[in-house]
């Protein structure tokens, strides 16, 4: 079996993760076993659970003009700027997101089986194109349906059209499926008032009406709010009785739970002749709440929740025609925005009862820095710009690394190399690294800011885990010149290739054309306007054995355990303009502060082959 593709890579640590950047110890802290200073002075171990959360690629990663540090998306700070629909994108104000359920109110629906964009097309065929010109045909009208292009789905399926290509959100809160009419909140509140109303009119009204005659049953929502606006009115009622209190017995007081559990307590408090009342004998009398007596307030009863038609479509549907967990929990999702059907036991169970899903709102947020407060990322407010007005990225800021071996033998292929020449790319480097057979790699440190730097490299003489592979870094010490125009660079060019003649000669021994470079220690191998060059070495260590009968298995190395990663901790020192004091006169000579940046990073090198 081929091993698989590999490129070496770089990855930074943010020191957020880091307990030990919170400051030196003090004197007095102690340092036996556990203790922070023996923390302070261990190696990073990439190989670490935590060490997962805590290291990302330079382009990931942000930084502080005004701390100096690197930040990672799990530390900063983030503010939301604007809210808009990623379909229409479409700017949502924050005002409508309580009432909207944070979803798109115009004409953007998913399918509710795949998930997929929905479109509005018509039903009528699309007149001939000749006809059109010629005749001076009207465009297709209605009905207009919702239909996906990927799994072919389509309002039609649950009966629901529309009037108009516009405004489908509007019209779909008004439909049941089927294309039944929905009855709104506000038709609702009307026809209350309305049967209130005639219950006062009505002379002697019977304490406990009989149930009116079965009609169909009612949906969760006007359930709800039924029920809802009868306790309401109960409160109301029991807060007007005589000797109560309009304040303790209002609908958000505190004490409206007292007052429900002392209606349990009282009664048995009073049939213990042994518990001793005093002169507090005499209670208030408690109004007791009636029951839901009709559909309008509440009662749903129990001969309208009749299962035998779910039971027959489970019969006749069988699986296909049952939604799955990821489809009901999508419909849960989009059920606060008063859109969704909700049924009236559970989550939607059958497909004929999912409904098209508003897409979901997105949002563009700037980011400050956690310590300081100074902003690092702020998008522009259009919602149809991808422009950011401030983006401080840790690329801009530190030196980047780049890695790739000094001297690459033949690329490693597999037996089978005709079937694999077409799926993996033949640029990308690869082989393997033979246990305890010394490997040069060639580290290049860019600078991107205007000022020379300083470099300071370390890493352990081992790598920590299992896997203890020797690395020495044959300059680690270094600076790299600013990072000036190019054009610079153009007009030295003579001097450079001059010079580089001379050091390839100094290498080769005087062999014209020799292929045989030697690195040197304390030595740069190659430097450039704005980077440098740098050999590391690294004896790879052996795999264990493999386990069990030998066909090749690798025990408990666990996933990419076979890779070689080195711990390098880099320090960066330069020169920078100082920050400009209050009240500094303008054309003052500019100040210059030293700063320093230090931080971990991970170098992934290869994969180490079986001995």
């Known amino acids: 079996m081929a091993p698989a593709p590999f490129t070496p890579y770089t990855f930074v640590q943010c020191p957020c993760s880091d307990s030990s950047q919170a400051g ?130 389509s309002s039609t399926e649950i009966d629901i059209k529309f009037d108009k290509p516009n405004g489908i959100y509007a019209q779909l809160q008004k439909v049941h499926n089927g294309g039944h009419p929905r009855t709104t909140a506000k038709e609702r509140k009307d026809r209350r008032k309305e049967t209130i109303s005639e219950t006062a009119v009505s002379p002697e009204p019977s304490p406990s009406p009989p149930p009116p005659p079965t009609s169909s049953p009612l949906d969760i929502e006007t359930h709800f709010d039924n029920l809802r606006s009868f306790y309401t009115a109960q409160i109301s009622e029991s807060n007007s009785a ?102 009236l036991h559970g989550s939607s169970r059958f497909l004929s009862s999912l409904r098209p899903i508003p897409v979901l709102l997105r949002t563009k947020r700037s980011k400050r820095c956690p310590v300081c407060r100074h902003i690092i990322s702020k998008p522009e407010p259009k919602v149809a710009s991808t422009r950011f007005r401030i983006r401080l990225v840790a690329g801009s800021y530190i030196p980047s690394i780049s890695i790739r071996p000094l001297n690459p033998p033949p690329t490693t292929t597999s037996s089978s190399s005709s079937s694999t020449s077409s799926t993996t790319s033949p640029s990308v480097p690869f082989f393997l690294l033979h246990p305890h057979k010394p490997t040069q ?55 450079a290739r001059k010079r580089a003649d001379e050091r390839l000669v100094s290498r080769t021994g005087g062999v014209a054309g020799g292929a045989a470079t030697q690195a040197e220690a304390g030595k740069i191998w190659e430097r450039g306007r704005n980077w440098v060059s740098v ?45 400009a004091e209050v009240g500094t006169a303008v054309g003052a000579k500019e100040s210059r502060e030293r700063r320093e940046l230090a931080y971990w990073c991970v170098l992934g090198v290869g994969r180490i082959a079986r001995g």
């Open 24 to 153: 030196p110890p003090s004197p007095s802290s102690p340092t036996g076993p556990g203790s922070d200073t023996e923390d302070d002075d261990r190696t990073f171990d990439p190989r670490a659970p935590r060490s997962n959360y805590s290291l990302y690629p330079l382009e990931y990663l942000m930084y502080c003009e005004d701390c100096h540090q690197i930040r990672c998306p799990r530390c900063v700070a983030e503010e939301i700027v604007t809210y808009y629909c990623p379909s229409c994108l479409f700017e949502v104000p924050s005002s409508n997101l309580k009432s909207e359920g944070n979803r798109c109110t115009r004409s953007c629906f998913q399918c509710p089986v795949c998930i997929g964009p929905l479109t509005v097309t018509s039903l009528e065929a699309p007149p001939d194109p000749s006809l059109l010109a010629a005749d001076n045909a009207s465009a297709p009208s209605g009905p207009y349906i919702l239909a996906c292009s990927y799994c072919h789905w």
């Open 242 to 343: 005589p000797g109560l209190s309009l304040t303790d017995m209002g609908l958000s007081s505190p004490s409206s739970l007292a007052r429900l559990m002392n209606l349990y307590t009282v009664g048995s408090s009073s049939l213990d002749p042994s518990r001793k009342t005093g002169g507090t004998s005499s209670r208030r009398t408690k109004t007791s709440f009636r029951e839901a007596s009709s559909q309008e307030e509440g009662l749903q009863p129990a001969a309208d929740l009749d299962e035998s038609a779910a039971i027959e479509t489970l019969r006749s549907a069988s699986l296909p025609g049952t939604a799955n967990a990821e489809q009901r929990s999508a419909q849960a999702l989009a059920r606060p925005s008063n859109l969704a059907e909700p049924p």
């Open 441 to 495: 790699y060639l580290l290049t440190f860019t600078n991107p800011i205007f000022d020379p730097v300083k470099v300071t490299l370390a890493t352990p003489t081992t790598t920590p885990g299992r896997l203890a592979s020797r690395v020495t870094v044959l300059c680690p010490q270094f600076d790299i010149d600013a990072n000036t125009d190019v054009w610079d660079e153009a007009l030295r060019a003579g001097d």
């Open 535 to 579: 050999v590391v070495e690294v004896v790879p260590a052996s795999l264990p054995r493999p386990l069990g009968d030998g066909k090749g298995e690798e025990g408990e190395l666990g996933e990419d355990g076979d890779v070689l990663e080195i711990p390098m901790f880099v320090r960066v020192e330069w020169e920078g303009e100082a920050a």
